[in-house]
């Protein structure tokens, strides 16, 4: 990617997971190397948009990764040679419409060239068309691929190679390599994961471990249980802790669904954790809240809150239902549930709520509408009946 030919700006989109902090962190020492000065900022740190907000933001970045004394030679640089990589742009807290085109234009000013990085979930379109406050932005924008079959077969085969040379029997490598190429296309047909090098290794591990059986038995709630507890740990909540933590989410997450909204305003989120406290203990919403994001179970859209990823949603939701099965409302939406399985919604609720319970309410109710889809057609008796089709 030569700057020269991307003097606009680039922004590239891409999944969580998928690469983009380290595409930035190869461009930035590809680009030292040429002869350029990149600056690395995380959108993150941007708490201000203003002029003298920014400055000192951009001087804070300078000293931390050149050193104090070269301050003065970096403001003594032609803008040309100055190049910003911004990482997470979309994690500004950026207000208006008009918001993020107005940052990108502070930074245009002071450098020569830009390149940043946004989730997927970007709604990129209003940066490129003009508005009653702000002019569009001419700025490239690409899309990290995604990690296809093809990647997710070599990544595969690189696995299971790796360590295994004159250790184990060739048929015996060919059949692990083709046992977990169906396990992990049958996780990403779901599309309830990303489909990133990162949760795919996850799982492969635990296929080493010999866990596969566990996730297909339960509809892979297991590995879905593996990743929550992962991101947990991983942003240093103990071992004793989670319990907890887990009931505040599965109690979040049914507060979603009685809301009826993916995304929800901070001020409700806020009184949902005050009615948890009254309910059942006190939490601090604020370092409850920043748990909740950095562990990347919740995100921000706006002004707004939402569950990062619907395999955290429905597990949560699923494990809720499954907590309050004597409820005769909850009875009633599980039998709605189970009823309409063809909206994606409640089936995702059921597949997560099969993993949770194994309880007789539960299978007589799938069972009883599963018999009902062919309640209408006449049994095949294979005699003499095989050679048109059955009237329903």
């Known amino acids: 990617m030569r700057p020269e030919l991307n003097e606009n700006g680039v922004l590239i989109s891409g999944e969580e997971k998928s690469g983009r902090t380290t595409l930035l962190y190869h461009l930035y020492r590809e680009y030292h190397d040429r002869g350029f000065v990149p600056v690395l900022l995380n959108g993150k740190q941007i708490s201000k948009g203003g002029e003298r907000d920014i400055d000192s933001l951009i001087r804070g970045a300078v000293r931390d990764q050149y050193g104090s004394d070269h301050l003065t ?76 079959y093809s990647r997710r077969a070599d990544l595969i085969a690189r696995w299971f190679s790796s360590g295994s040379e004159g250790t184990v029997d060739k048929a015996v490598l060919l059949e692990k390599r083709d046992r977990a190429e169906r396990l992990i296309n049958v996780i990403m047909n779901r599309r309830l ?49 989670l319990t907890e933590i887990f009931q505040y989410c599965v109690h979040l997450a049914w507060y979603f669904h009685e809301k ?13 954790n005050t009615q948890f406290s009254k309910t059942w203990h006190t939490v601090d919403f604020q370092g409850r809240l920043d748990l909740l994001l950095k562990a990347r179970v919740l995100r921000r859209v706006g002004p707004d809150l939402k569950f990062r990823y619907l395999y955290i949603f429905y597990y949560f939701k699923g494990q809720y239902l499954s907590q309050n099965l004597d409820d005769l409302a909850i009875k009633a939406y599980i039998r709605k549930c189970c009823s309409h399985l063809y909206v994606r919604d409640y089936a995702n609720t059921v597949l997560f709520l099969a993993h949770h319970t194994n309880a007789d309410f539960v299978i007589d109710t799938i069972s009883d509408c599963l018999r009902g889809l062919f309640r209408q057609c006449k049994p095949v008796t294979l005699n003499k009946d095989t050679g048109h089709c059955l009237p329903c």
């Open 260 to 272: 009826s909204s993916d995304e929800l305003p901070e001020t409700e989120i806020r009184e949902f």
């Open 193 to 241: 994961i990303p489909s990133a090098p990162l949760y795919l290794l996850a799982l492969l591990q635990s296929i080493d471990a010999d866990r596969s059986g566990e996730f297909k038995e339960s509809a892979l709630g297991y590995y879905y249980q593996y990743l929550l507890t992962e991101a947990f740990q991983r942003s240093g909540v103990k071992s004793e802790k």
């Open 73 to 148: 030679a970096f403001d003594q640089l032609p803008k040309m040679r100055k190049l910003l990589l911004i990482d997470n742009l979309d994690d500004a807290p950026m207000r208006g419409l008009s918001a993020p085109t107005k940052l990108i234009q502070t930074f245009q000013k002071r450098f020569g060239y830009l390149v940043g990085t946004v989730s997927d979930m970007f709604e990129i379109g209003e940066l490129l068309e003009p508005s009653d406050t702000s002019p569009a932005l001419a700025l490239d924008v690409y899309s990290l691929q995604d990690f296809n």
